[in-house]
């Protein structure tokens, strides 16, 4: 159902058996009807909330408003007034030309869909003997008509848009579908257009098609609401992305700044040992040898950062899974050896190659030794970081156990969730990034702790074939 | 500046600290490290004339050290250094008593200059 521009011009109703309906009349039949064909349509909308979005809250109130109708209307048939008070569009309308057709097809035992689609030619003949014969006074409010003569006719010129759906409507009876339901706009008489859920039991026989009842409810609040929803929803969204780069690039910027400043004060230093009357060459020479292992920690963070955030091309290869640990905990060794952390890499014997991407493994082991030498800088020493690889089932299992405070048991598993952080200036996105990159590989990680006696990381990963 | 001048420098990070010492120490300062604030806390021998501190440290900050240290020796200079130059933290650290605000990195100048209104004179 949609534009009704011609409303002013709505023909002399004529039912399809050529008799004139009388308004009203055919509404108290219809109310009857409902009555009794909104009971599956009711339920139908209770429990169906997927095809239309949000559809079982509106659908709850639909149901509702009928079942109270129904219990109402069992000793007397529901009148047109209580459809108006619920806000319920009622037309009746003749399809008896559409029902013979596909009832006859039926019976020939042709198939129905099959011959529509054959003859597209027929949905504008049958769309044109489509008759509105009632509305009821909802309809009027919703459409603006001051009388029921102007929305009554021949369905094609008082709702011309109508042959947009006409087709959906035929398939669906065609493929004997019990109910018809569908969202459309329709054009109120002030050019407003108006989002609409329309509904309709489907008939069985050549009487229902003669009068088929379309119920219309208006949800253009619902869905106004609704883009506006998902407007804040985007926005919220977007205010979240931005928050997260802005916390993001303030932890970069803070790992990048710290290493840049021990540069520029030690090259600084030494200009002034050298400048001096009498250079200082020893203090000078172990400045500018400062300058160099600050410079490489700026590349090493620059380096753990990229790892990091690229969303690098997954390409697993054969390795040896205690190489691919010594070649990470490298990259992290000045962080480790400024906590004072002993690392011990041990492979049981026996332990077979990985098949691993070795830059993804890299940026697995080496957030977990940094988070394992930060767990570590309020222990007293000796701070030890054991990493263990063995055989386990097909998998290598591979454990980054360290001496330090622990993991509280309401923590274990959050820790895994990103953006969440047990550091006040952390980020908390390192162990999500290394779950993803650990089960990108097929594998699991996860961690086991006794509070006050350290914690344990353990990962696994596929290992090669033999 | 007195040549006997004390600087403590309080820094978690061990880079910062050598690099300091050394800048400092080429400007004729004498320098005593500290990597936490409340091992500085804790070393009752510590008497500098001028304290420079970190500000985001493990455990007691800069702006609480800061507070703490203003109950013992409320006439100490205190120069802050931040990797994180807020507008809020710089209102917090002058609030707290602060005589200069540095972001890291700078230049030995400007440390320079901070030093010695710190501690009276300059080389």
């Not at chain 1, 790892?307 to 060794?333: G, K, Y």
């Not at chain 1, 890499?345 to 977990?368: C, F, H, I, K, Y």
Request: with cysteine.
């Amino acid at each position: 159902m949609a534009p009704a521009p011609s409303l002013d011009v709505a023909p002399t109703p004529t039912a399809a058996d050529g008799t004139t309906p009388r308004p009203g009349r055919a509404i108290e039949r219809a109310a009857t009807l409902l009555a009794l064909a909104c009971v599956p349509v009711g339920l139908l909308l209770l429990g169906d909330g997927d095809a239309l979005a949000g559809g079982a809250v509106l659908s709850l109130g639909t149901g509702v408003a009928i079942a109270a109708l129904l219990a109402r209307g069992r000793s007397e048939a529901i009148r047109d007034r209580d459809l108006r008070r619920a806000g319920i569009s009622i037309w009746i309308e003749d399809w008896t030309e559409v029902g013979k057709v596909i009832l006859s097809l039926r019976a020939e035992g042709r198939d129905v869909q099959a011959h529509f689609a054959a003859h597209p030619e027929l949905f504008d003949q049958l769309h044109r003997t489509v008759r509105i014969t009632d509305v009821n006074d909802s309809t009027l409010d919703f459409t603006g008509a001051r009388e029921k003569s102007r929305l009554i006719g021949r369905l094609a010129d008082v709702v011309p848009a109508s042959a947009q759906t006409f087709e959906r409507w035929i398939a669906a009876m065609a493929r004997g579908d019990r109910v018809y339901r569908s969202e459309s706009r329709v054009r109120r008489l002030d050019g407003e257009l108006r989002d609409c859920l329309v509904t309709a039991v489907l008939p069985r026989d050549l009487e229902g098609f003669g009068n088929l009842l379309v119920s219309i409810i208006d949800i253009s609040d619902y869905k106004a609401d609704q883009a506006r929803l998902a407007i804040i929803e985007r926005e919220a969204s977007r205010a979240s992305r931005a928050a997260t780069v802005g916390v993001l690039t303030a932890s970069i910027a803070h790992e990048v700044k710290s290493p840049l400043a021990a540069v520029v004060t030690n090259a600084e230093a030494a200009l002034r040992w050298l400048r001096r009357p009498a250079p200082d060459l020893v203090e000078a020479e172990a400045a500018i040898g400062a300058v160099v292992g600050d410079a490489l920690r700026a590349r090493d963070v620059v380096d753990r950062t990229r790892l990091l955030l690229t969303n690098a091309p997954h390409t697993p290869a054969e390795l040896e899974i205690v190489d691919a640990i010594r070649s990470a905990a490298l990259l992290v060794d000045r962080e480790l050896r400024a906590a004072d952390a002993i690392l011990r890499v041990r492979a049981e014997p026996g332990t077979p190659r990985v098949m691993a991407d070795v830059s993804r493994l890299r940026q697995v082991v080496t957030n977990l030794l940094l988070n394992a030498a930060q767990a570590m800088a309020d222990s007293p020493r000796p701070r030890e970081i054991l990493i263990r690889a063995q055989a386990d089932g097909e998998d290598v299992r591979v454990e980054v156990a360290d001496t330090g405070t622990g993991i509280a048991p309401d923590r274990i598993t959050r820790i895994f969730e990103p953006f969440y952080s047990t550091k006040e200036d952390g980020i908390g996105v390192g162990l999500a990034i290394c779950r993803a990159c650990v089960e990108a590989h097929g594998g699991r990680l996860w961690a086991t702790s006794v509070p006050g006696a350290g914690a344990t990381f353990h990962f696994t990963l596929p290992a090669a074939p033999a | 500046m007195c040549s006997s001048s004390v600087i403590a420098i309080v820094d978690d990070d061990e880079a910062i600290r050598a690099a300091l010492s050394s800048l400092l120490r080429s400007l004729g300062y004498e320098v005593r490290l500290f990597a936490s604030a409340e091992s500085f806390l804790a070393d009752s021998r510590a008497s500098p004339d001028c304290l420079v501190t970190d500000i985001q440290m493990p455990g007691m900050n800069g702006l609480q050290l800061q507070l703490a240290i203003r109950n013992r020796r409320p006439r100490l200079p205190v120069i802050v250094i931040t990797a994180f130059p807020e507008d809020a933290v710089r209102e917090q650290a002058i609030a707290a008593g602060a005589l200069h605000f540095l972001s890291k990195p700078f230049e030995a100048d400007a440390i320079a200059r901070c030093l010695s209104e710190a501690v009276g004179g300059a080389r």
